[in-house]
């Protein structure tokens, strides 16, 4: 019979799972007086773990006993069940509190009982994931055992299995120390409970969430007092105990650790006990980004236990764990080039091109852009009397890369102005259909003395006069030139430009054309040297095919094709030369007879009308006979009949009278035309009407007598306008025959 003792030492017999006594026993017969008999007992010992059972026996022959040996405390008859308890402790940290480590250690400290003093032992331990029970392998893909030989020297005691492994891959596991103890190969007792804690050590695990404190986002404006809270989300750690959570700000882009003005790291502690082994602790920084346009901050978290680092989270590339100090650049050009010149008008296009850094992909933003004065730094308004404003949204795919604002505006009023583009960056944070959409401040490029922010608009204002006269006044001929100069302001030096020139009729308003019906116009292509000078167009037209007009240089100039400036200002008098017009009409003396007697004392009038003349400025108008039939000049004794006389008109515009006193009788039957020209103080032509067929400027001579009947009165009919005329000018006539005693024929001026 099996017994064993109760809670009081006192003997008791050992029960099955029904509860029925565990026996055995052995017949036999005896062939000698002594001998030795064997009895086994088949029982389930697990409920016995370090405990004993003493064999009770009694031999019997017949209904006889013979002989009974039941002593509880013979260790012959005694077999004891060795019972082991582990308690698995980090080395380092003499806790369970795991230290992650290539060079971890954990020792189990194994408490046994009833063993056998002076045997041999061998205790064996595998390391287990508490998770699933799974057996920890290292990275040859291999369980990660331990085990201690030892030889009792009390039937009671303790031996330690130490486990030597790279813990770095436990990351927020806890694991399970499994223990067998065992003699001679044969297992005697295990220890191999998942829900121990004691045989449990735990591994922790950290992970952070860095956010700018105004606006709970992973992006904060540049400012000298940037602030940013990492939230530090913990797991195994052990309840009780005290942790040191220290922060430090790297700079991803050089990873380095951010330096304040002291030349210190920027870094912050934070001590806590936790009251669950899952929590959070929070770390805040303040510090000065002004510097750190365009970087990335990372907050690296290290916990410490005793002052031995636990876990860490140093993930130069973990978005969690990022404040972007988003910065923009921007390059405003000419919306048609690369360059900074834009013409005026009423429709200009401005192309700001944003280049940013340090947005997060796939959030939305928006740029919002306005316009300044170079000079005065004020805003600049339209015509409506509100700013001038553009903006883009746009949902990036890479924290870098550009996108573009386009200003569309009326700019006529700022020939010769430079303005300055602002710009700002905002994060477009959702609120929802009810709430809408609130706007983040990210970054400001706003500077009046930025370069790249900045655009031209050229102003050019000209001056056009004939090159024979040197003045607004037009020579007459063919072949005349004019020369516009141009002076411009803010144009790009050492760049090729084109300055194109069309002449314009101001009374049509429309282009005076040539010959063959195309516009007048001219080119000058130049470099300049400085950003403002002048430049020259000169123009080449037959006046004698465009009298009585004022003509109107409109010029523009190019850069690559792209206007960059123009000014086409039909009134503008800086612009515009007068090409002067006469016309006749030729009469007798008393004003009306276009036919005369040819006889001694022949007088002809031929009444001028002149137009574009400069009031007060002295002209020479001559008159010359010619001869019809012959187109010469008319000659009275070899001598050409010709009149000269000067003028100042008192207005630009007006009759006047040249009398012609010959003896015509040479010229019966012959028609005279009177040519008149005018030139300038400086003797150059700039009038002419030499029509040989025009019949105003004709005067018929006859032999026979002259009947006047319904003949016009050309006296009457110019007398108001030259009686006119004489009341608001003065009109000094000096009239000569000249009977030079050269001859000397003129030919018909064409």
Do not use: C, W
Not at 244 to 268: Q, R
């Amino acid at each position: 019979t099996l017994m064993t003792v109760d809670a009081d030492g006192k003997a008791i017999e050992v029960l099955d799972k029904d509860g029925n006594i565990i026996t055995d026993h052995q017949k036999f017969t005896a062939k000698n007086a002594s001998e030795t008999v064997n009895i086994t007992f088949t029982f389930n010992s697990l409920a016995y773990k370090g405990k004993y059972v003493v064999a009770f026996e009694t031999l019997t022959r017949g209904d006889d006993v013979m002989a009974v040996h039941a002593d509880i405390t013979d260790e012959d008859q005694t077999v004891r069940f060795p019972s082991i308890g582990t308690v698995a402790k980090d080395t380092s940290t003499n806790s369970k509190q795991g230290l992650l480590s290539e060079l971890s250690s954990i020792t189990d400290t194994v408490n046994y009982t009833n063993l056998i003093i002076g045997q041999t032992y061998t205790v064996s331990g595998v390391l287990k994931n508490k998770a699933d029970s799974s057996s920890i392998l290292d990275k040859d893909g291999k369980e990660i055992v331990a085990s201690s030989t030892f030889v009792p020297s009390t039937n009671s005691g303790s031996v330690d299995v130490v486990f030597n492994f790279d813990s770095t891959m436990l990351i927020g596991q806890a694991i399970v120390v499994f223990e067998s103890l065992s003699q001679n190969n044969i297992v005697l007792t295990t220890h191999a409970d998942i829900t121990d804690e004691n045989q449990t050590v735990y591994y922790p695990k950290i992970g952070t969430t860095a956010l700018e404190d105004v606006n709970k986002i992973h992006e904060a404006l540049a400012s000298e007092t940037t602030s940013i809270t990492d939230t530090i989300a913990y797991e195994n750690l052990i309840i009780g105990k005290e942790y040191e959570v220290t922060g430090i700000l790297m700079n991803k882009e050089t990873n380095a650790p951010l330096i304040d003005s002291d030349d210190n790291v920027i870094t912050n502690t934070v001590k806590f006990t936790p009251t669950e082994t899952t929590g959070k602790v929070d770390v805040k920084f303040t510090f000065n980004s002004t510097d750190l346009l365009g970087d990335t901050i990372v907050v690296f978290e290290r916990i410490r236990l005793d002052g031995l680092l636990i876990a860490s989270h140093d993930d130069i590339n973990d978005m969690n764990q990022s404040i972007h100090i988003p910065v923009i650049t921007t390059v405003a050009t000419n919306n048609n080039t690369t360059f900074k010149l834009i013409d005026t008008g009423t429709s200009v296009m401005v192309n700001d091109t944003i280049n940013y850094t340090g947005l997060v992909p796939g959030s939305n933003y928006r740029v919002e852009g306005s316009l300044r004065y170079v000079d005065t730094g004020e805003v600049v308004m339209d015509s409506a009397g509100f700013m001038v404003t553009a903006f883009v949204e746009f949902t990036p795919t890479s924290s870098s890369g550009s996108t573009n604002v386009i200003f569309n505006f009326d700019a006529t009023a700022l020939a010769g102005r430079q303005i300055v583009l602002f710009e700002r960056l905002y994060l477009v944070q959702s609120g929802g259909a009810l709430q809408g959409d609130t706007l983040i401040l990210l970054s400001i490029d706003e500077k009046l003395d930025n370069l790249n922010q900045t655009v031209s608009f050229p102003d050019i204002n000209t001056n056009m006069i004939d090159v024979a006269t040197k003045s607004k006044t037009a020579n007459y001929g063919i072949g005349v030139k004019f020369t516009d100069t141009i002076d411009y302001v803010g144009l790009d030096a050492n760049e090729l430009y084109v300055a194109t020139g069309t002449l314009m009729n101001k009374q049509t308003n429309k282009p005076l054309l040539d010959k063959d019906g195309k516009p007048i116009q001219s080119t000058t292509e130049f470099r300049p040297l400085e950003t403002d000078g002048t430049v020259d167009v000169t123009f080449t037209l037959d006046t004698m095919n465009y009298t009585g007009i004022d003509v109107v240089a409109y010029e523009v100039i190019t850069r690559d094709g792209v206007t960059v400036a123009h000014h086409e200002d039909i009134n503008d008098a800086r612009q515009t030369v007068t090409i002067p017009g006469l016309s006749t009409l030729a009469t007798g003396g008393d004003g009306r007879a276009k036919t005369l007697p040819a006889g001694p004392n022949a007088t002809v009038i031929d009444t001028v009308t002149y137009s574009g003349l400069v009031v007060g400025e002295t002209y020479t108008v001559v008159g010359t006979l010619m001869d019809k039939s012959t187109g010469m000049v008319a000659s009275v004794n070899g001598n050409p009949l010709s009149v000269t006389g000067t003028f100042i008109p008192e207005s630009p515009s007006g009759p006047m009278a040249v009398t012609f006193n010959f003896d015509a009788s040479a010229f019966g039957n012959k028609v005279l035309v009177i040519f008149e020209e005018v030139y300038n103080k400086d003797h150059i032509l700039i009038g002419a009407h030499q029509d040989i067929n025009d019949e105003k400027q004709a005067i018929a001579f006859t032999t026979t007598t002259i009947v006047q009947t319904g003949v016009e009165d050309y006296a009457s009919k110019y007398a108001f306008t030259t009686l006119g005329l004489l009341g608001v000018a003065t009109i000094v006539v000096i009239v000569k025959v000249r009977l030079a005693k050269a001859r000397r024929k003129r030919k018909l001026r064409k």
